[in-house]
């Protein structure tokens, strides 16, 4: 079933968000408040209950960069501070190699008050450098990674199963996660690590951020394999919340033994 839903421009009060973070603490998810929709998209995510939670940052026309790789900036502030929102609700945050190797990110809570998640580099096949600014910054910093690679004092190294190039379903991934205490997961890039989980049905919830501009053409976001019919698309419950500054939230949330 698909509802689909619009509301009042969502905002970052602080007051608000401190409260937030206070049921977060002590609590388990809350049904939203009634016509809040800083609520509604986040009160779904409180608590200590396991979760994975996708994001993507994306133009009207799913499109998450130019055919040359530019991609700054597609979304506005808003759109980065509930990034940041997101950040500090989960335990840890993972991002694919190529994301690390693109936009040399921090992965930490800045935009708002809130804990620091764990950042988990996805580097199976050992790309990411060394000088890679993340691996260097306090907090805990995590790479899932096969063979001997050595990494920065401070690096934890989880191992991976399999052989070098050899694809791994995020069910391994999350396990390996979990093994290590990490049980809430933001899955924050890029593309196509995002649409792996997705495929496979790993995903609780995907918040697609659409930036108010139409590329027409260069890299997509979301890609899947193939289907012939319309009956195979995943059909998500989804709700639409805009930002300050023109963004749109594209709240997904894939109920549990219906991923489809």
Known sequence: MVALTAAAEIEFPLERWHALLDRHARTRALAP???CPFSAIFDPLLGTAPLVIGQLGQSLDGRIATRTGHSHYINGSAALTHLHCLRALVDAVLVGAGTVIADDPLLTVRHVPGPQPARVVLDPNGRVPNSARLWHTPGRRIVLQRGNHPRPAGVEILPLPGAAGEA??????????RAAGLTRVLVEGGATTISHFLAA???DRLHLLMGPLIIGSGLPGLSLPPIDRLDGALRPVTRCYPLCGGDI???CAF???DPE
Do not use: N
């Not at 791994?168 to 996660?177: D, G, N, R, V």
């Open 201 to 203: 049905g790993a995903l």
């Open 249 to 251: 939230v594209v709240d």
């Open 33 to 35: 408040e009634p016509g």
């Open 168 to 177: 791994l379903p995020p069910s391994i991934l999350l396990e390996t996660l």
């Open 255 to 257: 109920p549990k033994g």
